[in-house]
């Protein structure tokens, strides 16, 4: 092989790498920041309305075009939303029927609270694997199982 048909494979290779590379970066979520927001099916308030969400919905990140976010929310619908609607702050939301919030991290500590399915949970911050720390918005907080939430 000469160095020509090395240096082109590498470059091909690099660049696939880097395409593949980005898969593998963290997930970006963001919540819904407006009391309702609106949902469209293009970047623009002449797109159709899809549907409404209320503040501290969880919305995963898909792409951005200037002032639009593409988002999926916690049942998959991928959709517009203006990004003047869209907070930084991290939410989960609960896809379980009932999940179970504990004082700590293990499935042996005491219940602080049960959420039912679809409340809205703030993300406090990481924690043991298959755990996140949450605080409800009455100000209870503790430990979820990451399979009984949506947002991560």
């Known amino acids: 092989m000469s160095r020509l048909s090395f240096a ?14 980005n898969a593998a970066h963290a997930l970006e979520y963001r919540s819904v920041a407006v009391p309702v927001a609106i949902f469209y099916d293009a970047p623009s308030t002449q797109g159709r309305k899809l549907y409404l969400t209320k ?3 969880p919305l995963e990140v898909i792409a951005k075009m200037k002032d639009w976010v593409k988002v999926r929310d916690a049942e998959g619908t991928i959709a517009w939303i203006q990004e003047s ?3 930084s702050e991290r939410t989960l939301v609960v896809t379980a029927d009932l999940a179970d919030v504990r ?6 500590a005491a219940i ?3 959420a039912e399915k679809w409340v809205s949970l ?3 911050e990481g924690a043991p694997a298959g755990w996140a720390k949450v605080k409800h918005r009455d100000g209870a ?7 009984q939430i949506w947002g991560l």
């Open 122 to 124: 703030e993300l406090l």
């Open 85 to 87: 609607a869209v907070s």
């Open 8 to 21: 082109l494979l590498m470059t091909a290779f690099t660049a696939t790498a880097s395409l593949f590379g």
């Open 141 to 147: 907080s503790g430990f979820v199982r990451i399979t």
């Open 112 to 114: 602080v609270f049960q």
């Open 55 to 57: 503040a501290g919905a």
């Open 103 to 108: 004082q700590a991290a293990n499935e042996t």
